[in-house]
């Protein structure tokens, strides 16, 4: 009965591969996000997504691309990975109201 | 632009003693001020929201509080259980930044035996 799900929990891969984390919530929200937490600990949102359309696409670059076929799940695509990708992404999910957003446990992703 | 500071970011506490975290913002008119924990591997947990100054919320051992311009946690008591990272992030008003949080770094919590 977990409300935010990500797979896969690690992705271990060469540069220049493409690569897809999904994300799904079970909470009946209809806003969610994406977050990078690099290796300082900070997390930065990338994208947000509500009832399937984009609201907040922060300066990331156009080799991420996030796709919402439905409300209740979010993907994100990564072409030509670089090592600098290399990082652990989050998937939230809120009501899209002022209330907090919950958390998926992360996708660790580490380019060789 | 908005900005989140966490301190210290890192807090080593023996079983019992009671200490603060502090979370310093700027924002553009603030739409609430989150507090969430954070244990290795997993993802962030929400603990508490706080809106307007002078707010204060409770869980436990837990209590969050709210001025103009910083927020703090104190944690009373603690117990090893309370080892974590604490994030805090704020949620700015302009509609055109829509649900998006900014968060600090973090402070790091360890409670010894």
């Known amino acids: 009965d977990t409300a935010v799900s990500q797979t896969p929990k690690y992705l271990v891969t060469q540069m220049g591969n493409d690569k897809s984390i999904k994300c799904e919530q079970n909470?009946?929200?209809?806003?969610m996000y994406w977050y990078k937490q690099d290796s300082k600990k900070f997390l930065k949102i990338m994208f947000s997504y509500n009832n399937k359309e984009l609201i907040i696409n922060e300066t990331v670059p156009n080799r991420f691309s996030p796709k919402s076929p439905d409300k209740a799940h979010l993907n994100l695509h990564i072409n030509s990975l670089e090592l600098g990708d290399s990082a652990v992404y989050f998937c939230?999910?809120?009501?899209?109201?002022?209330?907090?957003?919950?958390f998926g446990d992360g996708t660790r992703l580490s380019i060789l | 632009e908005d900005q989140v500071t966490q301190s210290p970011e890192a807090l080593r506490l023996q079983e019992g003693e009671s200490s603060s975290l502090n979370c310093s913002y700027t924002v553009s008119g603030l739409r609430g001020l989150f507090w969430y924990r954070q244990d290795p591997g997993k993802g962030p947990e929400f603990l508490f929201t706080?809106?307007?100054a002078g707010e204060e919320k409770e869980k436990e051992r837990l209590k969050a509080t709210l001025t103009k311009k910083e927020s703090f946690l104190h944690i009373t008591a603690p117990k090893p259980e309370d080892s974590a990272t604490y994030l805090c992030a704020v949620r700015a008003l302009i509609k055109a930044a829509g649900n998006k949080l900014t968060f600090g770094g973090g402070t790091r919590v360890l409670v010894k035996p």
């Open positions: 939230a999910s809120s009501t899209g109201q002022n209330q907090p957003q919950h």
């Open positions: 706080l809106y307007s």
């Open positions: 909470l009946g929200h209809d806003t």
